[in-house]
């Protein structure tokens, strides 16, 4: 079974050393992956069971893993893509963390490193998405 709150931290640090190396791809590889194991923490925190529903188990909920897509984990706690919802800016943030300039998951592959700019405007949305999102856990 995954920890995804561990998880989360321990890729929250990964993020960290990364930003301060000045290794911007990986750093917006792994700051994805930090925001996906926190959404995926605050789903599963929101049942009983902290397992998802798959063709071959029930754990009493029909709650399936989201994959790596940040609005598919939100559809799947709908007090938080209600809250969401409500927040344009948030929906900003979501949308520049899980595509900075291609999808988190596929930075992996990259070797184009972003401009200043571009790095700037999605550290910041990193860091208050992931600040936000830290709040309505500890709300809802």
């Not at 990964?14 to 994805?32: P, Q, V, Y």
């Not at 897509?69 to 559809?75: G, H, I, N, P, W």
Request: net charge neutral; charged share 25%; glycine share 2%.
């Amino acid at each position: 079974m995954e920890d995804y709150q561990s998880a989360f931290s321990e890729r929250h640090q990964d993020t960290e050393i990364l930003c301060k190396s000045n290794r911007k791809i990986a750093a917006m590889h792994f700051g994805g992956i930090t925001i996906e194991c926190l959404l995926k923490s605050m789903i599963l925190a929101s049942v009983s069971s902290q397992e998802w529903k798959t063709d071959s188990n029930n754990p009493g909920h029909t709650i399936t893993n989201p994959g790596h897509s940040f609005t598919d984990a939100l559809k799947r706690h709908n007090r938080l893509y209600s809250r969401v919802q409500n927040f344009p800016e948030v929906i900003k943030w979501i949308n520049i963390v899980e595509n900075p300039s291609q999808n988190f998951i596929d930075m992996r592959y990259s070797s184009s490193e972003p401009n200043d700019d571009k790095y700037k405007e999605w550290l910041s949305a990193y860091t208050v998405l992931k600040q936000w999102l830290q709040k309505q856990a500890t709300q809802l």
